[in-house]
């Protein structure tokens, strides 16, 4: 089965669901194990997308400082998957 992109508000949704679950007034406890291990999943997923589009958002950042500066139009780097900064040049 082929990777899917990562649906950042779905697994949000899903974490917050899962808070709101612990926040009730009846928890079972081996349920809340299972819950517990699936936010636990969700925020690390959450939070590794979070620093690859920091990462992405600094390339950027400085592909146009570069320019600003007099640089010269950087060239993508191709072993970079996520990196699309020449996704519209000619």
Known sequence: MPNQPFKFEQALKELEDITQWFESTDVDLDQGLVKF???MELASQLKS???SVEN???KIKQKFDGLASGGSTPVPDL???DDQTGLFTG
């Open 49 to 51: 997308h979070l620093t």
């Open 79 to 81: 072993a970079d998957p």
């Open 37 to 39: 291990e699936r936010g």
């Open 56 to 58: 992405r958002v600094e």
